[in-house]
Nanobody, 120 residues
């Protein structure tokens, strides 16, 4: 089993930045990782993904050029740097493991989520 714990969410003004972190524990090895988000009243959607090696990343069109996913395998951690935040980025953000694309069924492990609120 893999446990994922997100942190770094909060309230920020539009145009601001936040950095989300996700630390994995348990049976952690060679997992591709991703970030999803669920806006209020909407379905959970893919945000970004990264391969185990870190050499391949994948982004939703809505965040390209503003968000950057990265990882530190020595720390079993994955990060999401979010810049130029918009009110529509408001959501609960989830870290997930064992996939890196937008296909939710690829992911077997999920964190509990961290709230990001962007005020206008």
């Amino acid at each position: 089993q893999v446990q994922l714990v997100e942190s770094g969410g909060g309230l920020v003004q539009a145009g601001g930045s936040l950095r989300l972190s996700c630390v994995a524990s348990g049976r952690t090895f060679s997992y591709d990782m991703g970030w999803f988000r669920q806006p209020p009243g909407k379905e959970r959607e893919f945000v970004a993904g990264i391969r185990w090696s870190g050499g391949i990343t994948y982004y939703a069109d809505s965040v390209k050029g503003r968000f950057t996913i990265s990882r530190d395998n020595a720390k079993n951690a994955v990060y999401l740097q979010m810049n130029r935040l918009k009110p529509e980025d408001t959501a609960v953000y989830y870290c997930a493991a064992s996939g890196y694309t937008s296909i939710r069924s690829e992911y077997n492990y999920w964190g509990q989520g961290t709230q990001v609120t962007v005020s206008s």
